[in-house]
Nanobody, 120 residues
């Protein structure tokens, strides 16, 4: 399975951005992670194959929304009220046997990432 993330760019603080991730095959659970310069990759949001029981990092709850497209192999991340702390490379991940959405080790497939830069 190959994953292609898109939609990153430069946005002002308080603005919005929508990331997309397209997969080439069956995906199971899909999630977004991010990695800021000099920091570890961290979980942002995840959604199981069923589309229910979504999970969010505390830092993005109430601001970001993850959703699956009508096709099983698409996932989106709507980012609202962004802050400079949201600046990072955002990666999408997918896995057929994920039981813990927030665990990096649970995912077999990773995209190459898309850069989001939030200016103050």
């Amino acid at each position: 399975v190959q994953l292609q993330a898109s939609g990153g760019g430069l946005v002002q603080a308080g603005g919005s951005l929508r990331l997309s991730c397209a997969a080439s095959g069956s995906t199971g659970a899909m999630s977004w992670f991010r990695q800021a310069p000099g920091k570890e990759r961290e979980f942002v949001a995840g959604v199981p194959w069923s589309g229910s029981n979504k999970n969010y990092a505390d830092s993005v709850k109430g601001r970001f929304t993850i959703s699956r497209g009508s096709a099983e192999n698409m996932v989106y991340l709507q980012m609202n009220s962004v802050t400079p702390d949201d600046t990072a490379v955002y990666f999408c991940a997918a896995g057929l046997t994920v039981t813990n959405l927030s665990s990096k080790d649970a995912y077999l497939h990773w995209g190459r990432g898309t850069l989001v830069t939030v200016s103050s």
